[in-house]
């Protein structure tokens, strides 16, 4: 019996972030958000100032906009100055953006002092696990804002 084997065992991009979108908007109505205006802020919590990035419900379009926003933002900081925080829940991402996503954790890294995700599920881990892996980076990941929030102010 012949077993034919794949040649990799990683799953294509294009693949994933297909059924990650099926999984998030099984009715295959994504909702899109219109512009990134105001969706790169700093917010204070508890004293502290934090690079908030919103990526809810973003397509690709929007997404890459805001990572390019994002790094504009952190670039003109003091080196590992930066607290961030990235909300992800609902976005859709493709193949040029899980790009575009490893390459600024990367280049954002030198200002970044502490960064936490919310809002990643289902398939959208493996993108998280690959970015990760790609920048050499430890961004923990939580379920809850404040539980994120909590976790970037401490000493």
Not at 8 to 21: A, D, E, K, N, Q
Request: hydrophobic share 45%; charged share 25%; net charge positive.
């Amino acid at each position: 019996m012949l077993l034919l084997q794949p040649k990799s065992r990683i799953i294509p991009v294009t693949f994933l972030c297909y059924f990650v979108g099926l999984l998030l908007f099984p009715d295959g109505k994504i909702p899109r958000m219109a512009s990134a205006d105001g969706r790169v802020k700093f917010i204070e919590y508890r004293g502290k100032q934090i690079l908030f990035v919103d990526y809810v419900a973003c397509d690709a379009s929007i997404l890459k906009e805001l990572l390019r926003e994002g790094h504009r933002v952190l670039s003109q900081m003091p080196l590992k100055s930066v607290l961030t925080l990235n909300d992800v829940t609902g976005t859709f991402f493709d193949q040029e953006s899980v790009r575009l996503l490893k390459e600024t954790a990367v280049a954002n890294d030198p200002y970044v002092k502490r960064g936490a995700v919310i809002g990643i599920s289902g398939l959208q881990s493996l993108i998280y696990d690959a970015v990760q892996a790609f920048s050499r980076r430890k961004i923990p990941h939580f379920s809850t804002k404040k539980e994120a929030l909590d976790w970037l102010v401490q000493d």
